[in-house]
């Protein structure tokens, strides 16, 4: 037995609510949960050059249940005061993320380099460049060479100013180099990326009222699909 125009929109229109609360509720958590799960422990980290990025970083001795991994992550430099020797030398980092990054890192502009790289134009060289224009760790600016790399960087000073990542972007994360005994060189700081896969949860508060919307929207559903006799009660 097909459903009345009535029950049809009646249907259709808390499919509707339901879709459109949903919505709002996921995007509120994304666009404020800006802090990934990275472990406080010490993280070793191998580098090698890279091509499609400055750096292939190694990450290993990795936690279980954080949202970085043991394995290879695209690796940027962000401190020319210095160098990295490469694989198989082990560096021993604490990792942040760009979004908290340490009180050193704080003032740095990384809207900037997290824009860039969710924008990314030109080859490894010129993105590099790029986000050494933004760090100014060395308390000089840095001029890059590469006209992409100004293209880059005018993109975004036009659109970057303020960008935080969101839910399926990369964030930078920081890998800030831990020296544990004195005769150690310095090492460079650097970051990786990381997709932010992290999958938005709703707040308690919000769980009894969409257990109840979801409830009342299976009763409306049962109600308007269900056969009825030419009696009015519910045939069998």
């Not at 229109?13 to 990934?36: G, P, Q, R, Y």
Request: charge should be negative; glycine fraction near 6%; charged fraction near 15%.
């Amino acid at each position: 037995m097909e459903m009345g125009k009535n029950s049809k929109r009646n249907l259709a229109i808390s499919f509707a609510v339901f879709t459109a609360l949903a919505a709002i509720l996921v995007t509120h958590v994304a666009a404020t949960d800006e802090e990934f799960n990275l472990p406080s422990t010490l993280i070793s980290i191998e580098v090698s050059d890279g091509t499609e990025n400055y750096f292939d970083t190694e990450l290993s001795h990795v936690p279980l249940g954080y949202d970085v991994t043991n394995g290879t992550y695209p690796g940027w430099c962000i401190d020319v005061r210095t160098e990295m020797t490469r694989s198989p030398a082990i560096h021993i980092v604490k990792l942040y993320s760009s979004m908290s990054p340490p009180g050193e890192l704080a003032g740095e502009d990384w809207d900037m380099v997290n824009y860039i790289l969710n924008n990314k134009q030109g080859t490894a060289e010129d993105v590099q460049q790029a986000i050494w224009y933004f760090i100014h760790m060395d308390g000089d600016d840095y001029i890059p060479t590469s006209p992409v790399a100004w293209d880059i960087i005018n993109d975004a000073l036009a659109n970057g100013s303020g960008f935080v990542p969101e839910y399926g972007q990369i964030v930078a994360v920081v890998c800030y180099p831990i020296i544990l005994f004195p005769s150690q060189p310095d090492v460079q700081i650097s970051i990786i990326e990381v997709s932010y896969t992290v999958i938005p949860e709703f707040p308690s508060g919000f769980i009894l009222p969409i257990s109840m919307l979801t409830t009342l929207l299976a009763i409306i559903v049962y109600r308007s699909i269900r056969p009825r006799a030419k009696n009015g009660h519910a045939s069998l």
